[in-house]
């Protein structure tokens, strides 16, 4: 099934490759001899669906989850299902995806206003005169 990021975002299964491996954590003797851990790996080269902006985010964001041939490797081992597993890698790369699409505000340069500048220097001169006045007598 292909994962639904937006309605004009459609990631197909194509750009997906499963692998289900062996497990640690909670099962007992299940863990030994079922693989329900999933390993999802997502085909970024080859994706056509993400802009191109919101890719290059991605990579950046991915981490270290990005591999050698520029794929993105998510493993969930939590559950003790291999669909609940599956869901939850599929998930995990759907928030990574949806956080990649944000497009970060550009910072405009401002200057600051004179009244600002007046107020930090009246603050200072307050500040200097406060700590002037706490100071004893001075012999000279």
Do not use: C, Y
């Amino acid at each position: 099934m292909p994962l639904v990021i937006t309605p004009d975002i459609v990631v197909p299964d194509e750009e997906f490759e499963w692998k289900f491996i062996r497990a640690s954590g909670p099962g007992g003797q299940n863990v030994n001899k079922v693989s329900s851990a999933a390993q999802l790996r997502f085909m970024l080269p080859a994706n056509t669906s993400l802009p191109a902006a919101a890719r290059h985010r991605l990579r950046r964001l991915a981490g270290q989850r990005l591999v050698d041939d520029g794929s993105i490797l998510i493993t969930a081992r939590s559950e003790r299902s291999q669909d609940q597993n599956r869901r939850e890698a599929l998930g995990r790369l759907e928030s990574l995806i949806r956080q990649a699409l944000i497009e970060p505000k550009i910072r405009k340069k401002t200057r600051p206003t004179r009244a600002s500048k007046e107020r930090r220097i009246d603050s200072k001169k307050r500040r200097g005169t406060t700590k002037q006045q706490r100071q004893g007598p001075r012999w000279e």
